[in-house]
């Protein structure tokens, strides 16, 4: 029975997945947002659900640069008893 409950959910999820997919529009009778201020133009779709920077920053920064031993940490210590 509970098998038969995750098959049966995995595929409507699945077929809820496979959405027709077309050029995004505003609806009928409104028009794309305004420029922003500041702006030379107003904004294309691709531009406005283009993620920005904050939204997936690069990674600058390595922790580990080289391979090296670690140094002794006083605080590992084994568990009492």
Known sequence: ???RLTLTTVAV???AACGNQV???PKAGQ???VAPAGAAKTPTVAELIE???QARPRRSDDPLT???ERQDDPFDLPPPG
Do not use: G
């Open 31 to 33: 028009s794309m947002p």
């Open 13 to 15: 999820l699945t077929l």
């Open 1 to 3: 029975m509970r098998a």
């Open 51 to 53: 993620p920005e920077t």
């Open 66 to 68: 080289k391979s090296e």
């Open 23 to 25: 050029d995004l529009r």
